[in-house]
């Protein structure tokens, strides 16, 4: 009866470890998880920066060479949102071209300009993520 009794607290004893070592496991992965998702929000916040800054693609930047944001003469800084989140990035002029199909406008009088914005999402224990957006602009 004693042996049976140790071999039974024994087998229980290593459910348990591994039920520790499994939810220890799965903190991690939530964790890491939730670390991607925050930099992934700060470049889309980032997002948002240009379009409230069209000073970042307007007629200033049709030389080709990139804009840097928040600070176009210092390009690695960054925009902090809070104390586990920022963004920086560039808007790089492409080409001009004709309008897009559906755009609404007269062909002919009205020009698209290509531009790429690249943004970057920094969060806690150096996670970062980079997100690539194409669009257009109509006019001048």
């Known amino acids: 009866v004693t042996v049976l009794a140790v071999v039974l607290l024994m087998l229980l004893t290593l459910l348990g470890i591994a039920a520790t070592t499994t939810s220890s496991i799965e903190v991690q992965i939530a964790g890491n998880e939730l670390r991607h998702k925050l930099a992934f929000y700060s470049a889309e916040a980032a ?33 902090t949102l809070n104390s586990n989140q920022s963004f920086n990035g560039s808007v790089e002029y492409g080409s001009p071209g004709g309008l897009p199909r559906g755009s609404g406008y007269e062909v002919g009088e009205y020009q698209a300009h290509r531009y790429i914005m690249t943004c970057n999402g920094y969060s806690s224990h150096n996670t970062d993520t980079s997100i690539e957006i194409g669009f257009y602009r109509i006019g001048f």
Request: hydrophobic fraction near 30%; charged fraction near 15%; aromatic fraction near 12%.
């Open 47 to 79: 997002k948002g920066w240009v379009i409230w800054n069209p000073d970042l693609y307007g007629s200033d930047n049709i030389s080709g060479a990139p804009l840097s944001f928040p600070n176009n003469s210092v390009p690695s800084e960054e925009q």
